[in-house]
Every structure is written in C-alpha cells, then in structure tokens.
C-alpha cells in the first residue's frame, strides 16, 4: 500500500517565476491511439504525470507550463498530456519512481527520450524540450529495465538476507528516528518488520519501532485529524499537507496495533485522530473512501499557512479540494485501516463502516470472476492492486468477524489475480494488458510481488488450498530474483521470507457466534497485536472450518486457543488466560529461534 511520491524534494527545492505566462497549454487525456496521433502530426508527446493532492504539481502548472518559452515550444512541437496518476495505475506503477509531477518525453513511436522527477523549472524545461526536438534520441535518464530470472527457491538466500538486512541498517536513522532520508514519513514496511522482531523479544527493533510512531506524531493533523505525507526536514518539524489515502490507512492500521501492544495512549490518540479524518473527511454519502485532501487551498493559499489555522478560520477561507473518486484500490486500504482500529479498540461503529465500504465495492466495482475494476471506466486495466487491495481487505474483515462469506470473496480475490495477472516468465503483471497503448511492456513492480506473496500466502494459511500457497512461491520466487539488483531498501521482502518460511501466530474461538462469551473471546483475540495473524471463529453450526487443520475438543462452554505450528494451548475460557497462552506460545517461539540460531550449522 506504499504511495510513489515520497522521492521528489531535490528537485522541488529552487523555484522562479517565469518570464511571462504565454498561451494555455491544451492538454489531451493518455489514450490508446495518442501516439498514432503523434506519428500523423509528426510530433513528440509531452507526459505531465501529476496528483490532484501535489504542491509540487500546482506549482509546476502555474510556473512552468505557464511560461511563455515553456508553452510556445509545447504548441509548436508536442502532442501534450496530462494524466492524474491516482486515476491511471498502469502509469503511476511505471513511472512512481520519478515522483510527481513526473515529466516523460516520447518519440512519436512511444519510445521514451527523458524523464524528469518533480519539480523543473521554466529555463531547464525549455532547453530540454528544445534538445529533443534537435535529437529524439534517449537520453541518459533513459536506461533498460531490469531484467529478473525467477530463483529456483523461494527462500532468500543467505547472502540476500545479509545484504537486505545490512542494507535496512543502513536505512535507520539513530539521530532522527525512522528509515530513510531526506523525507521522513513512517514506511510501512520497515515499521512492520521492526513490529515483527519486537515481538520476538527483539528490544532494539521494539526501540526503533516506538522511536518512530513517536517522531510520525508530528505528521498528524492536530485540529483535523489525518496525516500529512511527509516532512522534507529530517526532525520531521516540517511537513508537505498532503493527506493520502494510504498513508491514512497505513499509520491508522500501526498505531492501532501499536496500542494494542505497547497501550501508550499516544498511539491510542493517533490513532483515533486518523480514523476522525476519514469518517468525517474522505467518506461519500454512499459510504465508500474518497482518494485524497490538497496540500493547498489555491496557487495564493499554500498548505504552510492553510493549516496553521484553527478549524473555523480554515472554513471561512474554504475547504482544500477533497478527490472525490471511488476507487477499489483505495477502498480496499481504508478498510484495512479501518478493520484495524475497530480490533484495537473493539469499536463496533469502526467494523460497520469498514463493512458497508466492502460491501459498496462489491456493488459498484465487481468484476466477473471476483476482481474488481478501479473506477467508474477502467483504461489499462483491470489493474492488479484493486483486486489485491479488496482481497487483502475481505481477509482482515473474516478474521474481525468470522463471517465466512468475507472468507469466500478474498479466495474470489485470489483466484482472479491467478487468472487475469500470472506471468508464466514470472511474477505477476501489473495490468491486465500485456502492453499499455503503445508503449513497450512495462516491467513488473517488485512491491506488487511482495504484497501478493504474502497476501495469497496468508490466504492459503485460512483456506489450507495448495494452489493458493504455490501461487505465493511462484510471487516469491520473482523477488528472490530480483533482489539483488536492487539498490534501495526492501523490507517487505524480508517481511514475505519470514511470513513463508512460518505458520502466523493462529488464534481460534470455539463457541456459538450468538454466545456472549464466544463474542469476548472473539474480541480479545482481535485485540491481540502480531504482523503476521490468522484468527478463526469456529462455530460448530457452521460447519467444518475452511482449513480445518486442527483438532479442537467439545466443550460445554466458549474457549479459544493460541496455536504456533503444531503445537496449541489448552483451552481458555477469559481474555486474560488467552492473552497469558499467547505469551507462553511466543516465548517457546523464542526460545526454538535462539537454539535454532545457536546449533551448529553442517
């Protein structure tokens, strides 16, 4: 659930006035026949890749687009597009690397000749255009894509593990708290994996991890509510106002299942803050999330000055445009946020709102086969994080609610990504469509890889399905190809080479759904933290279990039990004897994982 603009800021740093505003730029939508438009005109295309919430973009299109050099040499020589990237993913994952606004410069055959991150100014603009017109040749930010040959295992190797690691050690920033610089936001990733070894008794994960939700505060929104994407000083003092759905979902699901582990009523607060803002903010009449919030309130208004004000002073000068699309991605991530909280905190309102987004989804976004598209109209797609998002999503919702029907529409999920995304060469394709109007096959996001190795990995520890499972190596073994090419930090790998090589931490209550007490013990196992769970509520009435690959006694009162491979806990009958059954299971955990770390290698 990661956004793709969080690596613009050096280019974003100097900004001029232009010399004078030359004539509107006519901008087209990306469409499949652009670049046959193109060759008849004899022309290159101009691609401004931006976001409705981007100051930069806002910036970009009053000063440079509405240079008179800028705009001149445009109308003259180019076919101009400009596309929003929430609304085209098959875009947004082929260029996400080069931020936004992104600028891409295509021959009339689609091939690229320049691509340019965030923010440029007026006088570099104009001379780069110029030199492509001069020699449409590819210019050196135009480089091969990567090429990947799957591993015969899906397993990382141990040198991969020891570069990976050292190179997510390298990430962490003692001074500052948090991974990465020069921005500073909370990446996902990187928090679970610390979560994931704070829960092995690991304490200088669990100080990093707290370190940061800590320093991440900051990014909150204090009379609104939401978080702001992030802050381009490294004491995280000075934050871009952008509020986006993921970054919305993903510290809503962190903090809540940081309370729900540490019970720092900070994290409580937070994460009470957040789903404020998207319940009162982002969601439509219909119950469905909305995409996003402006960083700014118009070109004269910018987010510094907006959101100093107080709630009433901010409503008398208006209100930051809100991006009103539905998309099934989105939906899908602020359920998740959603879903979180309500185990955190046992809150009944959170889970129904977080059901009837579901549910509108199933309605609005459905596709046959049981994907879904993104919006309304679907060009380039369907796309593969819409289905992913939904299936991630109908996942938590089974485990918050043990309705079984939530259980069906995620294997519903996963069978369409089988299906409509598989590559057979390896991994898994962003889009449906091999090639995206005209351009040359995209290569395959290594995030889209980890995510849905461990989303159809966790769906096959529910289902118990082999070919869910094998569908989750065939995912990973892409990554375990790819790995040692890439040069940025990758903790979601590590994350999938723990969650494939483990059973999760595996709650179940048995007892009659209508039964209080079966409802307490549901909702103490809820409640209880880990990054990689599975939670069953077995009600015999129902039937067989969809996994039904433990035994449980009959008993004549509710019970649940704390499982970690082969091995359960006796019967718990109260919240408190089931939280004490998971400490003892995590401490046996750790203790094989120190003798296995100890014995003597052959």
């Avoid at 959101?307 to 899908?332: C, F, Q, S, V």
């Avoid at 593969?384 to 299936?391: I, P, S, V, Y």
Wanted: charged letters at 25%; aromatic letters at 8%.
């Amino acid at each position: 659930m990661k956004t793709l603009a969080i690596a613009t800021l050096a280019a974003c740093l100097a900004v001029k006035l232009p010399a004078s505003a030359g004539e509107p730029i006519r901008w087209i939508p990306w469409s499949a026949d652009l670049f046959s438009r193109a060759k008849a005109e004899n022309k290159l295309v101009i691609l401004d890749l931006e976001a409705g919430w981007c100051h930069w973009c806002h910036v970009m299109e009053q000063r440079t687009y509405g240079d008179a050099d800028v705009s001149g040499i445009i109308a003259k020589d180019f076919v101009a597009v400009r596309a929003d990237q929430d609304a085209n993913p098959d875009l947004s994952s082929r260029y996400g690397d080069w931020g936004w606004p992104a600028t891409i410069v295509f021959a009339p055959d689609g091939t690229e000749i320049a691509k340019l991150r965030g923010f440029v100014e007026p006088e570099r603009m104009a001379a780069l255009l110029k030199a492509a017109v001069e020699d449409p040749t590819p210019g050196p930010s135009v480089s091969e894509a990567l090429k990947v040959v799957p591993a015969e295992s899906h397993t990382l190797g141990k040198e991969q593990l020891t570069a990976l690691n050292e190179s997510y050690e390298e990430a962490w920033d003692e001074e500052n708290a948090g991974w990465g610089q020069p921005l500073k936001y909370i990446d996902a990733d990187s928090l679970d994996l610390a979560m994931a070894r704070a829960e092995t008794g690991d304490k200088t994960a669990e100080a990093r991890a707290r370190r940061t939700l800590d320093k991440g505060l900051a990014l909150i929104d204090p009379v609104w509510g939401g978080v702001y994407q992030y802050s381009d000083k490294l004491d995280w003092s000075s934050p871009h106002f952008e509020k986006i759905m993921s970054f919305q979902a993903q510290d809503l699901r962190q903090y809540s299942q940081a309370y729900a582990r540490w019970h720092d009523p900070k994290y409580r607060d937070a994460a009470a803050k957040i789903a404020g803002y998207l319940t009162d903010f982002l969601k439509s009449p219909e119950g469905a999330f909305y995409v996003s919030q402006d960083a700014d309130l118009s070109h004269e208004v910018d987010g510094h000055v907006y959101y100093a004000l107080g709630d009433a002073e901010r409503r008398a000068k208006g209100m930051p445009r809100i991006d009103t699309h539905l998309y099934a991605r989105e939906n899908g991530w602020a359920i998740a946020g959603l879903v979180a909280y309500a185990n955190a905190f046992d809150d009944a309102a959170a889970l129904k709102t977080a059901e009837t987004a579901a549910r509108w989804v199933q309605a609005k976004r459905v596709l046959p086969g049981g994907g879904f598209r993104h919006g309304t109209e679907d060009r380039g797609g369907p796309f593969l994080g819409d289905t992913l998002a939904m299936g991630q999503a109908f996942l938590d919702l089974y485990a918050a609610t043990g309705d079984r029907a939530w259980l069906a529409s995620a294997q519903g999920a996963g069978g369409f990504i089988a299906k409509t995304f598989k590559d057979e060469a390896g991994g898994f394709t962003g889009a449906a469509k091999a090639e995206a109007d005209g351009l040359a096959r995209p290569p395959k996001s290594l995030d889209d890889q980890i995510a849905v190795a461990r989303f159809l990995n966790l769906l096959a520890q529910y289902t118990g399905a082999e070919g869910e499972r094998a569908l989750a190596l065939h995912a990973m073994r892409y990554v375990a190809g790819a790995v040692t090419e890439i040069e940025r930090p990758l903790a979601g790998a590590l994350l999938a080479d723990r969650e494939l090589n483990a059973a999760p931490t595996h709650l179940t209550v048995v007892g009659p759904k209508g039964d209080p007490a079966a409802r307490q013990l549901q909702a103490a196992a809820r409640a209880l933290p880990a990054v990689y769970k599975r939670l069953d509520w077995w009600d015999r009435s129902e039937g067989r279990l969809t996994n039904p690959d433990v035994d449980y006694p009959e008993l004549d009162q509710p019970a649940a039990f704390a499982c970690s491979g082969h091995l359960c806990s006796l019967p718990t009958f109260t919240a408190a004897e089931l939280q004490t059954a998971v400490a003892q299971m995590e401490e046996q955990d750790r203790a094989r994982a120190a003798k296995r770390a100890t014995a003597p290698t052959r």
